[in-house]
């Protein structure tokens, strides 16, 4: 992580752990850290690109900010994949809007309170973006409403991404500046009140939880 993204966190008073590996081993440094009620994990196996930016329970309105910080282009011959009429719920329509129609669906979810219902309603819980490059996201979203938290993972990201990226999270943590001048504080975030269900969110502890692989499969495949 460049150090003046580890300078705003600090001045944010957010405390960050890093970690490097073992001598001998490949090459890889993994720095996280929890604020407010976001968690953050920030991996690079320092190659060209080898980042990967993980975070856990960010408002949805936060979310384009970080995705459109990633910088790349859109990968314009997937329009076909994409379903954007059959999206279900305000914050997945929301969010491709925002992010110049970048995002793709991939997996519906029970309405939170429905998850045992024997046909219930459905909203959409998973998003992809891909762009045109080795970077890629995925969203999960806790609901379907603009009250919703979601998870992101975004892999294969090239250094200044990676940087960019981490700018523009540390921006919305920040929030606007106090009106009396006085110092910045982090945002303090009402609890959605929307189940996050059984996803890798919900596993692990907050301020570290695991990273995804590419390809793996989410909480809504073959379970139900």
């Known amino acids: 992580m460049p150090d003046s993204t580890l300078r705003d966190l600090r001045n944010l008073g957010i405390p960050v752990a890093v970690t490097r590996s073992a001598p001998g081993a490949s090459p890889r440094t993994q720095i996280a850290f929890t604020a407010g009620e976001v968690s953050v994990r ?5 190659t060209p690109s080898g980042n990967t930016v993980e975070m856990h329970r960010l408002p949805v309105r936060d979310a384009p900010a970080v995705l459109n910080a990633v ?3 859109v990968d314009t011959e ?5 379903l954007p009429d059959d999206y279900e719920g305000e914050a997945a329509r929301w969010l491709d809007s925002q992010t110049g129609h970048a995002l793709g669906l991939v997996a519906m979810a029970p309405l939170p309170g429905h998850e045992d219902d024997a046909l219930p309603p459905t ?3 998973e998003l992809s973006a891909t762009w045109r490059g080795s970077e890629h996201a ?4 806790s609901g379907p409403s603009m009250n919703a938290a979601c998870s992101l993972w975004i892999y294969n990201l090239p250094d200044p991404a990676a940087r960019a990226v981490l700018s523009a999270l540390t921006q919305t943590l920040a ?4 009106a009396d001048g006085g110092p910045t504080a982090v ?3 009402p609890r959605t009140g929307e189940s996050q269900g059984p996803g890798p969110r919900a596993t692990g502890h907050p301020s570290s939880p695991p990273l995804r692989r590419p390809g793996h499969r989410g909480p809504f495949y073959g379970s139900r």
């Not at 920030?42 to 320092?46: E, L």
């Not at 997937?78 to 994409?82: P, S, V």
């Not at 929030?175 to 106090?178: L, M, T, Y």
């Open 42 to 46: 920030w991996v690079s196996h320092h």
């Open 71 to 73: 910088g790349a282009t």
């Open 78 to 82: 997937l329009d076909r994949y994409r």
């Open 123 to 125: 909203y959409t819980a």
């Open 138 to 141: 995925i969203v999960e979203l």
């Open 175 to 178: 929030g606007p500046p106090p």
């Open 187 to 189: 945002r303090q975030r």
